[in-house]
């Protein structure tokens, strides 16, 4: 397994994947664990990464852990885990992209929809005085975001991939869904 | 000690090399005090006081080998101690007028006898030995900029090996470090008196206090209240007929063992109220207790004898000081604090010292041992940040600058005035207010989305400057610098950067302390970030407080590092060596923006900056040339830095440059040139690097006016040397300058003039200037009024009169006149290249006589500038006047007007060129009437003997020639004769020069007749 993982792996090397590994194992170990020994279940895999990389943000990490769990099971292999974190980690800009449009796609369908920004940026704004204020706010929010990104009320991967690359910034967009840069 | 030595202590010639103490109040009672600590210190610390330095303090002492008793072995001029060191040598050795001195005990010895001199020869040690410490314990405890950390190394090494030279070293280095903190302390009391309070930074201190107080036994105070909770429109809390007393706000302080302090904070201190006692004086008097304590203990002896006296908590207190001093070090670096606010700071901390103490004593008193460390860790924080606030101030460079700064300053900018705002605001103004909703009110998120919305407004105009401005988002932008977030940094640098290009918005930057944190973001680890931040700071160093601020925050060295290519050698052309050039230039075109003010020059050159810009002259970017041409040109105004364009072979890639596609890039290049070109070798270099060609060339470019500007500039510098002209003539530069001469600014006419004055060195260049009608554009610059350019202009119509044919047309159209006239300029660089001028004319003038009587009161006027204070003018007019007086009716006007005696008056001077066109013009005067004989009496004959002892030939042969005249009087033959002229006559004979042979025979001979007649008419 080490040496196929080794092989297919773009951005560690032989000892990053054994650590990686390992830590996989022992993550997988835990007794609150659902698939014992097997993979990792959303909140194992949800608290190592809020415990890592300080990541809170429910809705994302959801989104974090689908976008790891390749074949929807649920659960976490270690090839998923090792794959995962290498474009989380190591990822060029090319495969961020690629990771950052997954997470924010919230049903899977290749657009982020007024809908979804909508979801994915419910918490930037703090309490108004009245529920809708705050709805408005963020709605206004989509509007500017999609000024910037899009013109037909929703953002396909080729406006993200355009936008993204015009200004980096823009790649967390919709959240941070990806270590902090240092 | 040598913090204090650096910082403190006022050095005449700051900087480099060796500079003189001056002689001020500070800086004596700085010497006293070392003085006294090094008279005291063989007494306090015999131990110690044998340690040899590592290498002997030497200076140049007054003091000579007799002053010095039994204990040293003297002969003549050398004197030693017979104290030796392990190897022999002697601890004390003068030699001449060099002393030497090798420990502690021989230099307390050797002011016991210097007596009233103690305080010249410290002063002298220390100028001689900026960093003494170096010399007494080794390179490597030297004081450092920033951070130092040689007592932490001290204390490795004490513990890794036992040694006893350590441990008398550090012993030796702790004693250096308490006389250093003294001296800073009583500089620190010095220069507090001249600090005021404000309300504000008050209100700081307050708040940061407040943070550590509550309830708990983990805080410093239980609360911390204003007695008041209205403020003022000034920020006073005070009423307002307190305020005129200025008392600023009072506040009710609760300690945790006593009662509630009254305190009152005023403008002139913080005082606690019912105790009329300055709290400063409490402190200083904590401090200075501290400093009498000993260091003699290792860490371990102090954790002893900690809990021994523990009883008595003041010792502890000390014990603790002395270690928070010892660690002040490492916090030093955190200085950011301004100079005000910072004495502010210590005030208050004195406050929270002194019940501190209070504090630490009753409870120690209860709780025995168990003393809560807690609590003195709190302390310690906060005489910690005493000391940090104390260093501040002494560690902020320019804590004794002159505020009046020497700053240069042409193009300053003045920030615009707002226009009228119209009513109907335009739509961006709607859409940045959308905007900066998002800035101020949302999450990290919602904060990039609207920084990177925001760049799709047009950001140069000035609608959306003004809109931002307004809605206060720079304060925003500003504070997102600050945030954790490195992507928010990014986001508002990019919009700070393009908003910055307006004047207005600079200045609110600057206002806003921006400046301040993008110097700390030239830190950042992210180039992205570094290199937005150095251009913004690029366009926001516009003026001078932004410069100034750039500087004391030490962004002049962060910028300066950002030229440091990181990735040298790397053979490939990576993207690194992109991300290095990108880098460089916005830390080039930052360094640009700051060098417009001479400290900020200063500074760069020491921070190392100049061979970095040397070595960036050599790629071949014009994105990365420009700013770093631009940069050398504006400090090339300093004489060090055109030194170094030299040595360091830039002057090869600013002429190579000269040719590159860029206009403004070759305009930075012929200005260094042009500032440069004041020295020779510099001329030179120019030339043998072919640099004189492309500037001959670029001179068809005449639509460019700033680069012309250079390029005529460039051209003038270098044509002052002879072999370049010569090119210039090659190039056919003389002609081309000539026909630039109509319709020109008059920056670019100083330089044109200035060049075409050079060259006419060369007389095949004069006749150019004639043929290709240069001399009508000439003199009708004579009637301008730029001294710079009539100056120049000047210069050049005397050169062309000097020929013939010219002179025939400046007489045409009434030249001299105008010249004339110039006599009148009030200045006097003016008129002495008017009088200049005027020689050559009235020489090749035809009816030159005629023409110079025709000026009405001209003749009076020139006479009246022998009255000048101006060497150069008297010069000039002496040489005009030998030229007037070959008139002999002109002569006879100006004997009338009283040359004899002006120029008798003159005849004292020491200056050889004066005296030779003197002697010439008092030659030619002798000619009229009985003006020998008034030159005898009016003094002047004696003086003019004196001339033949001068070392210049010319003066020589003007002499002789004016002797000879004079000597056809008697009298004068008598005066000669008395001076001792024959004797240096004589040996004038022998001259290969055939006038002055000539004259001085004639004068011999002359002088000769007389005594044959006299002895003839004695003895029949």
């Known amino acids: 397994l080490l040496d196929s993982l080794t092989r297919s792996s773009k951005h560690f090397n032989k000892g990053e994947v054994e650590c990686l590994v390992k830590l996989f194992n022992r993550l997988a170990a835990e007794p609150s664990n659902h698939f014992v020994n097997v993979g990792l279940d959303r909140n194992v895999f949800k608290d190592v990464m809020h415990r890592t990389f300080g990541m809170t943000d429910d809705v994302i990490l959801d989104r974090v852990f689908r976008t790891f769990d390749k074949d929807n099971n649920n659960c976490i292999s270690a090839v998923e885990w090792v794959e995962g974190l290498s474009v989380f980690l190591r990822g060029t800009l090319e495969e961020k992209i690629k990771y950052c449009f997954q997470v924010y796609d919230l049903n899977g369908d290749g657009y982020i929809s007024r809908d979804e920004m909508f979801q994915l940026l419910k918490y930037c704004l703090p309490k108004q005085p009245s529920e809708e204020d705050t709805d408005e706010g963020i709605k206004d929010l989509v509007d500017i975001a999609l000024k910037k990104m899009d013109h037909d009320g929703k953002i396909s991967f080729m406006d993200f991939e355009t936008t993204v690359r015009d200004d980096y910034l823009l790649l967390e967009a919709f959240g941070p869904c990806l270590p902090d840069i240092k | 000690m040598g913090t204090a030595l650096a910082r403190a202590a006022q050095w005449t010639a700051a900087g480099s090399g060796t500079g003189t103490l001056e002689i001020t109040p500070l800086n004596e009672s700085l010497l006293n005090q070392i003085i006294k600590f090094v008279e005291d210190f063989s007494s306090r610390h015999p131990q110690e006081a044998a340690f040899v330095f590592r290498e002997p303090l030497e200076w140049e002492t007054q003091l000579s080998s007799s002053v010095f008793g039994e204990d040293y072995e003297i002969n003549d001029e050398t004197a030693q101690s017979k104290a030796k060191d392990k190897d022999g040598k002697p601890l004390l050795l003068l030699t001449g007028s060099t002393l030497r001195v090798r420990s502690f005990d021989q230099l307390s010895r050797l002011l016991e006898v210097a007596v009233e001199k103690k305080l010249k020869e410290v002063q002298a040690c220390l100028e001689a030995n900026r960093d003494p410490i170096v010399k007494i314990l080794g390179p490597a405890y030297g004081t450092v900029e920033g951070e130092d950390r040689s007592m932490l190394h001290l204390l490795d090494k004490v513990k890794r090996d036992d040694d006893t030279e350590t441990e008398m070293k550090i012993k030796i280095f702790v004693f250096l470090h308490q006389l250093d903190l003294q001296l800073l302390n009583s500089a620190l009391k010095q220069i507090s008196q001249h600090v005021r309070l404000n309300p504000a930074a008050i209100d700081n201190e307050v708040n940061l206090l407040k943070n550590f107080s509550g309830k708990g036994e983990d805080t410093v105070l239980k609360s911390l209240q204003y007695t008041s909770d209205y403020v003022f429109f000034n920020g006073?809390?005070?009423?307002?007929?307190?305020?005129?007393?200025?008392?600023?706000?009072?506040?009710?302080?609760?300690?945790?063992?006593?009662?509630?302090?009254?305190?009152?904070?005023?403008?002139?201190?913080?005082?606690?109220?019912?105790?009329?006692?300055?709290?400063?004086?409490?402190?200083?008097?904590?401090?200075?207790?501290?400093?009498?304590?000993?260091?003699?203990?290792?860490?371990?002896?102090?954790?002893?004898?900690?809990?021994?006296?523990?009883?008595?908590?003041?010792?502890?207190?000390?014990?603790?000081?002395?270690?928070?001093?010892?660690?002040?070090?490492?916090?030093?670096?955190?200085?950011?604090?301004?100079?005000?606010?910072?004495?502010?700071?210590?005030?208050?901390?004195?406050?929270?010292?002194?019940?501190?103490?209070?504090?630490?004593?009753?409870?120690?008193?209860?709780?025995?041992?168990?003393?809560?460390?807690?609590?003195?860790?709190?302390?310690?924080?906060?005489?910690?940040?005493?000391?940090?606030?104390?260093?501040?101030?002494?560690?902020?460079?320019?804590?004794?600058?002159?505020?009046?700064?020497?700053?240069?300053?042409?193009?300053?900018?003045?920030?615009?005035?707002?226009?009228?705002?119209?009513?109907?605001?335009?739509?961006?103004?709607?859409?940045?207010?959308?905007?900066?909703?998002?800035?101020?009110?949302?999450?990290?998120?919602?904060?990039?989305?609207?920084?990177?919305?925001?760049?799709?407004?047009?950001?140069?105009?000035?609608?959306?400057?003004?809109?931002?401005?307004?809605?206060?988002?720079?304060?925003?932008?500003?504070?997102?610098?600050?945030?954790?977030?490195?992507?928010?940094?990014?986001?508002?640098?990019?919009?700070?950067?393009?908003?910055?290009?307006?004047?207005?918005?600079?200045?609110?930057?600057?206002?806003?302390?921006?400046?301040?944190?993008?110097?700390?973001?030239?830190?950042?680890?992210?180039?992205?970030?570094?290199?937005?931040?150095?251009?913004?700071?690029?366009?926001?160093?516009?003026?001078?407080?932004?410069?100034?601020?750039?500087?004391?925050?030490?962004?002049?060295?962060?910028?300066?590092?950002?030229?440091?290519?990181?990735?040298?050698?790397?053979?490939?052309?990576?993207?690194?060596?992109?991300?290095?050039?990108?880098?460089?230039?916005?830390?080039?075109?930052?360094?640009?923006?700051?060098?417009?003010?001479?400290?900020?020059?200063?500074?760069?050159?020491?921070?190392?900056?100049?061979?970095?810009?040397?070595?960036?002259?050599?790629?071949?970017?014009?994105?990365?040339?420009?700013?770093?041409?631009?940069?050398?040109?504006?400090?090339?105004?300093?004489?060090?830095?055109?030194?170094?364009?030299?040595?360091?072979?830039?002057?090869?890639?600013?002429?190579?440059?000269?040719?590159?596609?860029?206009?403004?890039?070759?305009?930075?290049?012929?200005?260094?040139?042009?500032?440069?070109?004041?020295?020779?070798?510099?001329?030179?270099?120019?030339?043998?690097?072919?640099?004189?060609?492309?500037?001959?060339?670029?001179?068809?470019?005449?639509?460019?006016?700033?680069?012309?500007?250079?390029?005529?500039?460039?051209?003038?510098?270098?044509?002052?040397?002879?072999?370049?002209?010569?090119?210039?003539?090659?190039?056919?530069?003389?002609?081309?300058?000539?026909?630039?001469?109509?319709?020109?600014?008059?920056?670019?006419?100083?330089?044109?003039?200035?060049?075409?004055?050079?060259?006419?060195?060369?007389?095949?260049?004069?006749?150019?200037?004639?043929?290709?009608?240069?001399?009508?554009?000439?003199?009708?610059?004579?009637?301008?009024?730029?001294?710079?350019?009539?100056?120049?202009?000047?210069?050049?119509?005397?050169?062309?009169?000097?020929?013939?044919?010219?002179?025939?047309?400046?007489?045409?159209?009434?030249?001299?006149?105008?010249?004339?006239?110039?006599?009148?300029?009030?200045?006097?660089?003016?008129?002495?290249?008017?009088?200049?001028?005027?020689?050559?004319?009235?020489?090749?003038?035809?009816?030159?006589?005629?023409?110079?009587?025709?000026?009405?009161?001209?003749?009076?006027?020139?006479?009246?500038?022998?009255?000048?204070?101006?060497?150069?003018?008297?010069?000039?007019?002496?040489?005009?006047?030998?030229?007037?007086?070959?008139?002999?009716?002109?002569?006879?006007?100006?004997?009338?007007?009283?040359?004899?005696?002006?120029?008798?008056?003159?005849?004292?001077?020491?200056?050889?060129?004066?005296?030779?066109?003197?002697?010439?013009?008092?030659?030619?005067?002798?000619?009229?009437?009985?003006?020998?004989?008034?030159?005898?009496?009016?003094?002047?004959?004696?003086?003019?003997?004196?001339?033949?002892?001068?070392?210049?030939?010319?003066v020589h042969r003007a002499t002789a020639q004016a002797l000879y005249h004079l000597s056809e009087d008697p009298n004068n033959c008598i005066t000669m004769h008395e001076s001792g002229v024959v004797k240096l006559l004589l040996v004038m004979v022998g001259s290969t020069d055939e006038t002055l042979q000539e004259a001085a025979a004639g004068c011999i001979a002359n002088i000769r007749r007389l005594a044959l007649a006299t002895e003839k008419a004695k003895y029949g």
């Open chain 2, 236 to 954: 006073c809390r005070a009423p307002p007929w307190r305020q005129v007393h200025g008392e600023v706000c009072y506040l009710v302080i609760k300690p945790h063992d006593t009662g509630p302090l009254y305190i009152t904070c005023s403008t002139a201190g913080v005082f606690l109220n019912g105790v009329s006692m300055k709290l400063a004086v409490i402190m200083s008097s904590i401090l200075s207790y501290c400093h009498n304590t000993s260091y003699k203990t290792s860490p371990g002896q102090r954790e002893r004898l900690l809990h021994a006296t523990y009883g008595f908590s003041s010792h502890i207190l000390c014990h603790r000081m002395a270690e928070a001093i010892c660690l002040y070090e490492t916090v030093r670096k955190d200085t950011g604090v301004e100079r005000k606010s910072s004495t502010v700071s210590l005030k208050f901390k004195k406050k929270a010292i002194s019940s501190e103490s209070v504090k630490i004593q009753s409870s120690s008193k209860r709780y025995g041992l168990l003393i809560s460390y807690s609590l003195i860790f709190k302390f310690l924080f906060s005489l910690l940040t005493v000391i940090v606030t104390l260093f501040s101030i002494c560690t902020t460079p320019d804590m004794f600058e002159d505020e009046s700064s020497s700053e240069t300053e042409e193009d300053e900018e003045q920030p615009v005035c707002l226009q009228e705002r119209s009513t109907d605001l335009p739509p961006e103004y709607w859409g940045i207010q959308k905007l900066a909703k998002y800035l101020k009110g949302g999450n990290a998120t919602a904060t990039v989305i609207a920084l990177c919305s925001m760049r799709d407004f047009n950001l140069a105009q000035d609608t959306c400057q003004m809109a931002i401005r307004d809605l206060e988002c720079l304060e925003v932008l500003i504070n997102l610098l600050e945030t954790e977030e490195i992507r928010c940094h990014i986001g508002s640098l990019r919009i700070l950067k393009e908003i910055s290009r307006n004047s207005m918005i600079r200045h609110a930057i600057s206002d806003l302390g921006g400046l301040q944190i993008m110097v700390k973001i030239l830190d950042s680890p992210s180039q992205d970030l570094r290199c937005l931040a150095a251009e913004t700071i690029a366009n926001v160093a516009k003026f001078k407080e932004a410069r100034k601020t750039v500087r004391q925050h030490g962004g002049i060295k962060r910028l300066v590092r950002l030229l440091e290519c990181t990735s040298v050698g790397s053979t490939s052309p990576t993207t690194y060596q992109v991300k290095d050039t990108e880098m460089a230039r916005c830390g080039a075109l930052a360094l640009w923006s700051c060098s417009k003010s001479t400290r900020n020059k200063e500074a760069i050159r020491a921070a190392g900056g100049i061979p970095l810009l040397a070595r960036w002259l050599r790629c071949s970017h014009v994105d990365i040339l420009t700013p770093v041409a631009g940069t050398l040109q504006e400090c090339a105004s300093e004489p060090s830095y055109r030194l170094a364009i030299r040595m360091e072979g830039m002057i090869q890639y600013l002429v190579k440059n000269l040719s590159s596609e860029s206009e403004e890039l070759q305009m930075h290049c012929a200005n260094a040139i042009f500032k440069c070109g004041e020295d020779k070798e510099t001329r030179d270099l120019v030339r043998q690097h072919g640099g004189l060609q492309p500037l001959s060339a670029l001179l068809s470019n005449s639509e460019n006016k700033e680069l012309l500007a250079a390029v005529t500039g460039a051209i003038w510098k270098c044509a002052i040397s002879g072999e370049n002209v010569s090119k210039f003539q090659e190039y056919k530069a003389v002609e081309t300058l000539v026909e630039l001469l109509p319709d020109q600014p008059e920056e670019i006419l100083v330089n044109i003039v200035g060049a075409l004055g050079e060259c006419c060195q060369e007389t095949a260049n004069r006749s150019v200037i004639r043929r290709c009608g240069g001399i009508p554009p000439l003199v009708k610059l004579l009637s301008g009024t730029n001294q710079a350019l009539l100056v120049n202009v000047t210069k050049t119509v005397g050169a062309c009169a000097t020929e013939p044919e010219s002179m025939i047309i400046i007489d045409r159209l009434d030249g001299v006149r105008l010249l004339w006239s110039l006599l009148k300029n009030p200045n006097p660089d003016v008129q002495a290249s008017a009088a200049w001028a005027i020689c050559p004319c009235i020489e090749n003038a035809k009816d030159s006589g005629e023409m110079v009587r025709s000026f009405v009161g001209g003749l009076e006027l020139i006479i009246n500038l022998l009255k000048s204070k101006n060497k150069e003018v008297l010069t000039s007019v002496c040489a005009a006047i030998t030229n007037i007086a070959k008139d002999e009716e002109n002569l006879a006007v100006i004997t009338d007007h009283g040359v004899v005696s002006l120029l008798s008056k003159l005849a004292n001077t020491k200056n050889d060129k004066l005296r030779r066109h003197l002697a010439e013009a008092i030659s030619h005067c002798c000619k009229w009437g009985s003006n020998r004989l008034t030159f005898g009496e009016n003094k002047a004959v004696a003086p003019l003997v004196r001339y033949l002892k001068s070392s210049d030939p010319s």
